[in-house]
């Protein structure tokens, strides 16, 4: 028998993970851009929404499908690129 030990917090990233998504009934993307999404506070926005949706109206939400971040984020890449 092969016991594997996993770190407590992968198992509580992937619980809180698993909540945010049940309660903004979206899918979360990869690792990163999930950071970056927490970050800009989009991600955190909606589930405010979620919680107090009389409160936090998804029309006040900035960005909310983060199409002007993404843009800014590609911007950003080719800058880079272009330096290097």
């Known amino acids: 028998m092969i016991i594997v030990s996993i770190p407590l ?5 992937c619980f809180i993970r698993s ?23 989009v991600f955190l926005a909606k589930l405010g ?4 949706p009389d409160l936090v109206l998804m029309k006040k939400i900035y960005d909310k499908d983060q199409v002007r971040y993404e843009v800014r984020l590609m911007n950003k890449m080719q800058k880079q690129c272009t330096v290097e």
């Open 49 to 52: 929404h979620f919680m107090a």
């Open 9 to 13: 917090t992968t198992v509580y990233c």
């Open 19 to 41: 909540w945010i998504e049940a309660c903004i009934n979206e899918t979360l993307p990869g690792t990163t851009e999930l950071e970056e999404g927490l970050r800009n506070g």
